[in-house]
């Protein structure tokens, strides 16, 4: 965690940021340190998941060098424009990192930018879906105090279940949290004391094998006891699928397929039974996460308790 990590946001911000405020929009954060785990993917599926419910969503992209989000709502709308159909579309901006060279300088930019990004979307929409660059920077940390949900995608490897805990190769026993769940544990603290929603912590298992490997029985011993140890839930993510790749050219997701316009015929992928199969994994992740509804009608959804937040520095 880099020193000086103290932020102070401005009245109208802060106020939205602390609870109880139910008429702003929920934040679901989309995060890790490390790359080429599926965020981006995972971001726009359920915000195009969360559209297909009639809620309204906005996007931000906190990786604005990359970009990968940014231009997967790009091609969205080009193909949309190119193939004369209509799919939901999420409000979306690009937070850029500052540019400027002073550190504390960097970081106040960095934060009134993240803002007022925020600022242009919060009581306008259901849901915000933040996804943040697979490494670690203050715009990332401010963020992360930001989120309602957090949401970590790991691939199932112990390479990337690193990213979490230490563990000991020969008794899978947890040496110590790793450095992102320590930053998130602080991340977590320091909105508490800004008096903000409780976080709900949500690690997604990607990639799953569909064979009983002993590594996946491995990863799922270590990952329940990493969860009770920390603090998180555990869902179920996306398989490795080669449609996920062949979607972002033109900005679709698995959702998308069911409509005419996204059909082989309009130039967009057939829907197979793999897809299907695909689909529903998206569908499973949004009910995993519990989200909840600012109508009246629909069921509220209660976040994890953290009325106790697990240190993990604490023995376990």
Sequence with gaps: MSEGFHPAPNPSVAQ???APVPDRAHVLVIGNEKGGSGKSTTALHIAVTLLNQGLK???????ARQGTLGRYVENRAAYAKRKGVELPMPVHAAVPLSTLSDRNEAQADERTRLEAALEQVIDNVDFVVIDTPGSDTYLSRLAHTWADTLLTPLNDSFIDLDLLARIDPDTLKIVRPSIYAEAVWKQRQLRAVQGGRPV?????RNRLSSLAARNKRDMSTVIEAL????GFRVAAGLSERVIYK???LNGLTLLDLKRGGAKGGSGGPSLTLSHVAARQEVRDLVSALNLPRRDADA???EPATEAATPDPQAAG
């Excluded at 969503?57 to 990786?63: E, F, P, R, W």
């Excluded at 709900?200 to 997604?204: A, C, F, G, K, P």
């Excluded at 969860?227 to 920390?230: D, E, G, Y």
């Design 16 to 18: 939205a940021q602390a």
């Design 57 to 63: 969503v906005a996007t931000l992209d906190l990786d």
């Design 200 to 204: 709900d912590w949500v690690v997604m």
């Design 227 to 230: 969860a009770k140890r920390i």
């Design 246 to 248: 062949e979607l972002f």
């Design 299 to 301: 069921p509220s959804a």
